[in-house]
């Protein structure tokens, strides 16, 4: 006979909670904000036990049926907007089963319909309400909300539909994904004050926790789609480069500073992005900055710039201004080369790379040839 | 951010230890006159692990538990990331077994707390994956708590699983070794062993090498617990170490075992804390605190190549200072760079020549900063310090709180270590101001006797010593070697000359016997049938551990990356290329050959006042010297051969291996990077 109560009130209360949540987490600013904070942390510790079921003792499978209802109710009350606007203000537990809700919602595809349905909610949100996405991006405004929101995001951003969103987010403008993935127009370039271009300030000036989450969501987001991004690295060559050379490559931050030195020389290397790599190694200005990078005090530093500039040097096709910076500094390259990492003598890939460079910068013509044409 | 504002909210004390990631110090927070842990991190030191180190940061700080030690704050100063703990002033357990195993009362408290933090971690997703008695620690009231989460996993979905191979040999469940898909059981194997760990004071199999105990672990029967233990204790024993997960109990389960239920306060435990401070104190092992000094500068790779002896001096008080800024922090970056390496080389490096000689060329950076600390601790005024960095392979963690041991491969050896070591030293070594001797020193090198002994010092004995410590599992066998090494770094200090004359001595006594002649001078063919009588070798005495041979046969077949560079040092690198071969099929003559290796002089310059037969000798040996490079190119360009056919039956094993091969090389190349610098 319990049994069958406790799946009653189970049912009920799954119709509701996406309702009450939504009551609690409107009010968290008000004056009885504690209280419905603590309220809240109930509701979602219950949504979050519909969606995993329980383990241990009362083990009991989610149950799909359950769950549907949960994620339409979600849906209704706009109620993942709501979450990811007040991650921040929620209790600890709250906001690590807002991220597991999240996760569980996103993923969820409905038990009946055609053989691989979309997920729902995830599906809902990229063509009917992207803002979600990009207030889950927001959470790096935050340092309480920055894990669980980079946590969902970036289970998220693998799907290419949501990266875009985020991409593409431009304001009111035309073509920004304000409206939906849909209405994206992929080759517009952006004004830069989209949520994306956030990123940059998040990752260089927040704090080491939040500056460090943000920069991976980053790199999923600047790596995961071959197809979507080399486009729109091309749409916004002189944007993207100017903000990362400038806030990324030389941040103040030694990790931000390390890991977008690195991160850019996977992106030039990146085969999907040739066309990128070429562009970016036609010009003079990005191999000076590359070159200081050698001359920088910290061996790491170092290291990481060296894997980019091996790139404007094995380059076969040398823009005449990079041949002509690679010639008037060629003596003192060479010099430097030759001990540049000199204690680095078990790495052997970096010691052939740089007896190749070597060789490359002596075999320089004595004056720029221009490259033939491609 | 702001890391320096941050960074003043603490106030730093001393050193309260190491762990492979850097250094951890006591702090109070000004704010809260709370104390504090806070461990250093020298980003610069790592190559790929900034990604990982977030990853720590992130399921700590999402960890909210009083079974769990509890994160406070992270920022960077610099290259270096601050990580702010909360502070535990019991220890760790593994330095706690150091005064004694545990009894059952206590094992079932520890088994008890352990399991309420498993069931806290499981529920929210996370596996801890390196539960061993290291990572156990206490607080001075006796509560424990779960601590170190370099290798900790967060699974996004209840339901997930993992493949990845992290942990360590000696605590790793059968199917994380397997790969074969884990999830939260692991840990309560891991529980299992750790409690065979506190009621014998080693894990099982600890006699084996790690990389034997891999393939022993998912082949053999789950170890049991024997001996006068109660029935309860055994079985809460089996049940964790079921070997197929699926009927393995999980936390909250085994909560309800009758050992565990029964188990009593958490106060019990401070009985523990007081033996080991009693020991300590007569152990005379109070040392004096070493105090945070600020390291804080930008490298300047430039300086330091002309500075190398002291690379990191001048961020640190001048070198009369007082006696407690003896230890600076930045030395111990290599000496921890040093246990990492051979906490990983243990397992993988030994057998073929070429292997051998890999290690060794690595290790060459690191000798000169070493041996720089040697001079400047012994500059400020004591002798023992210096022997600091002869210890490299066991951190110092008696106050807990260590350092994340990230993909430690061998366990962090638990003894053979401080108490040993100090308690044993003669009288002026334990007598800080018992200056005299100490000013003298070091001796520098002044003549070419002296030189030639430095350099077979740096180039052969240490790493050798090390080498073998690293391979050596057994814990009286591993102090019998590091009080070896000890003596051999005074020696160098004092008497590099000495060092010279002693192997000279012991390599001709060696060529006058014919057998020892003939097992470790093969190439020289001239049995002296006069005496026998033959010098007893302190290298190879206690390296009897030659059980790592399964494994890294199969590992000596990888292709290998070494080349021969200027200055490797021969005398580890004498091997023919029919010995390569022997050794790979016979592994009993492969650690001869290693030995043998180990032995061998460096090939002597003429030092202009030999008698006639040593002119001879020298002969011989440079002609010897000559053979052998050209053997050596022969082997490196075999060993560099992709990778040879695994023994039938047994290419698991060299899957497994290569696998390990390339975490190994990986973890090298990241740690590389300082040592190479300093």
Redesign the interface.
């Known amino acids: 006979m319990s049994f069958f109560f406790g799946r009653t009130r189970a049912r009920t209360n799954t119709v509701d909670l996406a309702k009450q949540a939504r009551d609690h987490v409107t009010k968290l600013e008000g004056p009885q904000g504690a209280a419905k904070a603590d309220e809240l942390a109930k509701v979602l510790a219950q949504m979050k036990q519909v969606l995993q079921g329980t383990h241990g003792a009362t083990e009991a499978e989610p149950n799909p049926e359950l769950i549907y209802q949960l994620v339409t109710g979600m849906i209704e009350e706009d109620l993942l907007n709501l979450l990811a606007v007040h991650l921040h203000r929620l209790p600890f537990e709250s906001r690590k089963d807002t991220q597991v809700i999240f996760s569980y919602v996103f993923r969820f595809r409905p038990p009946t319909g055609p053989q691989k349905p979309e997920p729902l909610a995830l599906a809902y949100v990229v063509e009917r309400r992207p803002q979600v996405l990009v207030e889950l991006c927001r959470g790096y405004d935050h340092k309480e909300s920055a894990t669980p929101a980079g946590t969902v995001l970036r289970e998220v951003l693998k799907n290419e539909a949501a990266a875009a969103v985020i991409l593409f987010d431009d304001g009111d403008e035309q073509g920004s994904s304000c409206r939906g993935v849909g209405g994206i127009n992929p080759d517009r370039p952006q004004s830069g004050r989209g949520v994306f271009w956030s990123f940059f300030d998040w990752i260089d000036k927040s704090s080491f926790e939040v500056s460090a989450d943000a920069f991976t969501t980053f790199r999923e987001l600047i790596t995961k789609h071959k197809d979507l991004v080399p486009r729109y690295l091309a749409a916004n060559f002189d944007l993207f480069f100017d903000r990362y050379n400038r806030v990324l490559v030389q941040s103040n931050s030694y990790v931000t500073k390390r890991q977008s030195i690195k991160l850019l020389g996977e992106i030039l290397l990146d085969r999907a992005n040739y066309n990128i790599m070429t562009a970016y190694v036609d010009r003079g200005e990005h191999l000076k900055i590359v070159m200081n990078l050698l001359r920088d005090d910290r061996k790491m530093v170092q290291y990481e710039g060296f894997h980019v500039f091996k790139v404007f040097v094995a380059n076969p096709h040398k823009s005449v201004p990079v041949q002509k910076i690679l010639i008037m500094n060629r003596d003192k390259l060479l010099q430097f080369l030759s001990h540049f990492l000199e204690d680095r003598t078990e790495d052997e890939q970096f010691i052939d790379e740089r007896e190749f460079l070597i060789k490359q910068i002596r075999n320089l013509p004595p004056a720029p040839v221009p490259p033939p044409q491609r | ?1 702001d ?1 320096e504002g941050v960074a003043r909210r603490y106030q730093v004390l001393e050193e309260l230890g190491r762990g492979s990631f850097g250094v951890v110090y006591k702090g109070i927070d000004k704010a809260t006159g709370e104390t504090v842990a806070i461990k250093h991190i020298d ?2 030191s790592s ?1 790929d692990d ?2 990982e180190i ?1 990853q720590e ?2 399921v700590l ?2 960890c ?1 538990s009083s079974y769990v030690t509890q994160y406070k704050a ?3 100063r ?2 270096k ?1 601050w990580i702010v703990m909360e502070y535990l002033g019991g220890g760790s357990c593994l330095d706690l077994l150091k005064s004694g195993v545990f009894n059952e009362v206590q094992i079932a408290i520890i088994c008890r707390e352990l399991l309420l933090g498993l069931e806290y971690l499981h ?3 996370k596996i801890h994956r390196d539960i061993k008695a290291a990572n156990v620690l206490l607080s001075e009231t006796g509560k424990v708590k779960l601590a170190d989460f370099g290798v900790a996993a967060q699974l ?3 339901k997930s699983q993992r493949n990845t191979f992290v942990g360590t040999p000696f605590w790793m469940a059968p199917e994380v070794i397997q790969q074969a898909g884990y999830d939260f059981k692991a840990d309560i194997w891991s529980l299992g062993i750790s409690a065979m760990e506190l009621a014998m004071g080693e894990p099982p199999h600890a006699n084996l090498h790690p990389m034997k105990v891999l393939f022993h672990i998912p082949k053999n029967a789950p170890p049991r617990l024997e001996g006068k233990f109660s029935k309860e204790f055994k079985d809460f024993v089996a049940q964790c170490l079921v070997k197929d997960p699926d009927f393995r109990p ?1 936390a ?1 389960e085994l909560l309800k075992h009758r050992f565990i239920r029964s188990a009593g306060k958490v106060e019990a435990l401070q009985e523990l804390i007081q033996r080991k401070r009693n020991a300590d104190v007569r152990a005379d092992q109070l040392k004096h605190p070493v105090y945070y000094q600020e390291t804080l500068h ?4 430039k300086d330091e190549v002309d500075e190398w002896v002291f690379d990191t001096v001048k961020s640190i008080v001048p070198r009369r200072g007082t006696v407690r800024s003896r230890k600076p922090s930045s030395v111990y970056l290599v000496e921890d760079a040093m246990r990492k390496l051979d906490l990983k080389d243990g397992p993988l490096q030994p057998n073929t020549p070429g292997t051998v000689r ?1 290690a060794t ?2 290790r ?2 690191s000798t000169a900063s070493r041996q720089s600390s040697v001079r400047r601790h012994i500059s400020n005024g004591s002798p023992r310090p210096s022997l600091g960095p002869k210890r490299p392979l066991q951190p110092d963690m008696s106050f807990g709180n260590s350092g994340s041991t990230m993909r430690l491969f061998r366990r962090v050896p638990s003894d053979g270590s401080n108490s040993g070591l100090l308690g044993s030293s003669p009288p002026e070594f334990a007598n800080e101001n018992h200056a005299p001797a100490a000013y003298h020193s070091p001796v520098e090198p002044n003549s070419k006797e002296a030189m030639l002994g430095r350099r077979l010092y740096n180039k052969a004995l240490e790493p050798c010593l090390d080498e073998l410590h690293a391979q050596t599992a057994a814990s009286s066998k591993r102090e019998a070697l590091a009080r070896l090494s000890d003596a051999f770094a005074y020696l160098d200090a004092v008497d590099p000359e000495g060092a010279y004359h002693l192997v000279r001595n012991l390599v001709s006594s060696i060529s006058q016997d014919t057998r020892l002649n003939n097992i470790f001078l093969p190439q020289q063919h001239h049995p002296s049938p006069k005496s026998s009588n033959s010098n007893p070798q302190p290298s190879s005495k206690p390296a009897n551990d030659g059980t790592q041979q399964g494994t890294v046969l199969i590992k000596g077949s990888r292709p290998s ?1 070494a ?1 021969t ?1 200027a200055g490797t040092p021969p005398a580890s690198a004498l091997s023919s290329p029919t010995k390569l071969i022997m050794s790979q099929e016979n592994p009993h003559l492969m650690s001869h050959h290693r030995r043998r290796g180990s032995m061998l002089p460096q090939p002597v310059s003429p030092d202009g006042r030999g008698s006639p037969d040593k002119e001879r000798e020298r002969e011989r040996e440079r002609d010897r010297a000559e053979k052998d490079r050209e053997r050596e190119k022969l082997a490196a360009l075999e060993a560099k051969l992709p990778g040879r056919q695994a023994v039938p039956g047994m290419e698991h094993c060299k899957a497994l291996s290569d696998l390990l091969y390339a975490r190994w090389t990986d973890g ?2 990241a740690r ?2 300082v ?3 300093s």
């Not at chain 2, 930008?298 to 790779?301: A, E, K, L, M």
Request: hydrophobic share 35%; charged share 15%.
């Open positions: 951010m890391g980003l610069e190559e900034i990604q977030q940061i992130s700080s999402t909210a992270s920022f960077l610099g290259h990331l529920s929210e997703g996004t979905y209840m999980t909250k930008t490298i300047s790779p890999k060329v690595r060459q950076p990356t080349t560079l090298l190349r590389w990077g040592l190479a610098g």
